[in-house]
Nanobody, 123 residues
Framework: VQLQASGGGLVQAGGALRLSCAASGRSVSAYSMGWFRQALGKEREFVAGISYRDRTTRYADSVKGRFTISRDNAAHTVSLQMNSLKPEDTALYYC?????????????????WGQGTQVTVSS
């Protein structure tokens, strides 16, 4: 499956952005989907995930209550609505696909990755 992330940009602290991930090559309904991010000089970290089995979601503690992941299997897309953005949310955001329905936070479970989309939050 090929993944294409979009929607990044520059936003002021407190603002919002919506990231989208378009899948092609195979139905996204067969995969759990996740968003990860990598800030400059840091390791890639889990942000949010949604299971293919029952749409169970999981979030990193740092984004709970601010970010929402959703999926539209018919449109082969996964979205990440990001509200109340903070400067520490600045990073390159990646979408990824996993054949596992659980451990959505586990980066090693993800086999397919899109290119990143940059999110920059100014203070």
């Amino acid at each position: 499956v090929q993944l294409q992330a979009s929607g990044g940009g520059l936003v002021q602290a407190g603002g919002a952005l919506r990231l989208s991930c378009a899948a092609s090559g195979r139905s996204v309904s067969a995969y759990s989907m996740g968003w990860f991010r990598q800030a400059l000089g840091k390791e890639r970290e889990f942000v949010a995930g949604i299971s293919y089995r029952d749409r169970t979601t999981r979030y990193a503690d740092s984004v709970k209550g601010r970010f929402t992941i959703s999926r539209d299997n018919a449109a082969h897309t996964v979205s990440l609505q990001m509200n109340s953005l903070k400067p520490e949310d600045t990073a390159l955001y990646y979408c990824a696909a996993s054949g596992y329905y659980n451990e959505l936070y586990e980066i090693r479970k993800y086999d397919y990755w899109g290119q990143g989309t940059q999110v920059t939050v100014s203070s």
